[in-house]
Nanobody, 115 residues
Framework: QVQLVESGGGLVQPGGSLKLSCAAS????????MAWYRQAPGKERELVAR???????DYAAYVQGRFTISRDNAKNTLYLQMNNLKPEDTAVYYC?????????WGQGTQVTVSS
């Protein structure tokens, strides 16, 4: 059983930065497809960024150049560095791990971008 615990969300002004963390247990993130999703109020959940076991990375177009996904295998932790945040980035951000044919989700962390 894989458990994912996100942290690092909060309230930030437009143009600010936040770094989200996702601590994993029950499986090594280095061997899994890991990703960040987000869901804004009234909208469907959407992919933000993902990283494969071979460190191939994809970003959604709307975060390209502003967000950076990374992982620390020693800490078994996934990160999302978010810079130049915009009000439309306001959402609950979720960490996921795909392993053993199953997709696991964290509980989410709220990010609010507002002045």
């Amino acid at each position: 059983q894989v458990q994912l615990v996100e942290s690092g969300g909060g309230l930030v002004q437009p143009g600010g930065s936040l770094k989200l963390s996702c601590a994993a247990s029950g499986s090594s993130i280095s061997g899994n497809l890991m990703a960040w999703y987000r869901q804004a109020p009234g909208k469907e959940r959407e992919l933000v960024a993902r990283i494969t076991p071979f460190s191939l990375i994809d970003y959604a177009a709307y975060v390209q150049g502003r967000f950076t996904i990374s992982r620390d295998n020693a800490k078994n932790t996934l990160y999302l560095q978010m810079n130049n945040l915009k009000p439309e980035d306001t959402a609950v951000y979720y960490c996921t791990a795909f392993t053993g044919g199953r997709l696991y989700w964290g509980q989410g962390t709220q990010v609010t971008v507002s002045s």
